[in-house]
C-alpha cells in the first residue's frame, strides 16, 4: 500500500514538473529579461502562472480576467471566465494539485524538515474564507470600480499581492534588467515580503497560499463537486479506519466532505484507503440499479 501511495505522489510530482517547464518554455526571456508575447500568449494557462514570467509561454487565468476587467473595452471578461469554467467543469481544482506551477513551489518548500509541521491553523475555517474576500473584492469589485482618468483600473490582486507573480516575473525581471533594478520602489520589497512569508509559511504547514489566500483555487474550488474528473465513495467498502483523514495534509474530513472544495486531487487518500472505497468517477449515465450495486455516494 505504502509503495502504491509513493508510487502515484511521484507521478503527480512529474506531471507538476514537466506542466512548469512546458509553461514556462521561454528560455531566452528569462537570459535577456524579457517578457514573451508570440500568439500562445492569448491563451491562458490552467494554473497561477504569472504573464509577465519571462520564460511564460501562456497568460495566467487571473491576470487575464482581471485585464479585461479593467479595459474600457471589456467590461464583461466573458474569454477569461470561460476558460476559468472550462479547466473548472473538467477538473476542478485537480488544477491546483497537477497543473500550477506555484503549488509545485510549495510542494517542494513542504518538504524541507522543520521541527514542527502544523496540520491546520487555529481559526481553519474561517481563514479559509480569505481566498473568497480576496476573489470577490482584489479580483472582481476594485479593478471594476476604481479607475484612473482614462478610464482603466488596475488589476489589483496581480499588483498588490501575488506571491507567484513576484516569484515568476519580478525578482527575475529585476536580476536581468539593469534599468528595472534602478527602478524598484516599496511596492516591490512589500510584495516580496508577502513571498517571503508565503515561504516560511509553505515549510511549515500544506500550501498555505492555496488555502486561504488564492483566488484562483477558490473558483476551482466551486467546480470540485460537478467537475468530470472527480472522487467516489464506495461505503459498502469502508471500514472507518480514518486512514484517509490521517493522509490527506489539507485536513478535510474525507468521508464526509469527499469533493471539498478545498481538495486539490492529490490522491493522497486514494492510495491510503486499505479497502479500495475512494476513487475516481466519470459521471457517464447509468442506471439506477447500477449506481445502487456501487454503493456510490455523492456528497
Known sequence: MKSKKLKKAGRRRWIQIGFSVFSNGYLSGFAKGRIFTGPTKILCSPGLNCYSCPGALLSCPVGALQATLTSRQYRVALYAFG??????????????????????????????PFFEKLKKLPGESVIRCLRYLIL?????????????????????????VCPAGTLEAGIPLVIADSGLRASVGTLFFVKLGILVLCTF??????????????????????????????????????????????????????????????????????GACPTGAIGTVIPFPRKKSEQAKEGEKTP
Not at 220 to 246: I, P, Q
Open 83 to 112: 476558460m476559468i469554467t472550462l479547466f473548472g467543469a473538467f477538473l476542478g481544482r485537480a488544477v491546483c494539485g497537477f497543473l500550477c506551477p506555484f503549488g509545485l513551489v510549495q510542494d517542494l518548500l513542504h518538504r524541507i
Open 201 to 270: 509559511a509553505s515549510v511549515m504547514i500544506y500550501r498555505p497560499f492555496c488555502r486561504y489566500l488564492c483566488p484562483l483555487g477558490a473558483l476551482y474550488g466551486l467546480f470540485n463537486r460537478f467537475a468530470l474528473y472527480r472522487y467516489r465513495f464506495n461505503e459498502e467498502k469502508c471500514t472507518d479506519c480514518g486512514a484517509c483523514e490521517k493522509a490527506c495534509e489539507l485536513s478535510i474530513p474525507v468521508r464526509q466532505r469527499l469533493n471539498s472544495v478545498d481538495c486539490i486531487r492529490c490522491g493522497d487518500c486514494i
Open 136 to 160: 470577490a473584492v482584489m479580483v472582481i469589485i476594485l479593478p471594476v470600480a476604481v479607475s484612473d482618468a482614462f478610464g482603466t483600473g488596475d488589476p489589483w490582486f496581480c499588483k498588490y
